[in-house]
């Protein structure tokens, strides 16, 4: 593997662990918009990292479409 595709995967891990987290926070804490955004944003983070492009997000950092390259 080389080093930029490492730098890849261990971003993409970065992604992923943030998304698992904010996930967990926002069973919890469903009326949190700030984890709601953040979680939203996080998954955006993490589909642009696998190469997916986000339609249609809303200024409030809700995604309603994310459309994949693969």
């Not at 080389?2 to 996930?23: F, I, S």
């Not at 804490?29 to 955006?44: E, G, H, N, R, W």
Request: hydrophobic content about 40%; overall charge negative; charged content about 30%.
């Amino acid at each position: 593997m080389g080093k930029a595709a490492h730098v890849l995967e261990k971003e993409l891990e970065k992604w992923a662990e943030a998304v698992r987290d904010y996930e967990i926070l926002h069973q919890a804490m469903p009326y949190d918009k700030v984890i709601a955004k953040s979680l939203s944003q996080a998954q955006v983070a993490l589909k642009q990292s696998r190469g997916g492009v986000v339609l249609n997000m809303e200024s409030g950092g809700d995604v309603k479409e994310i459309s994949s390259l693969e």
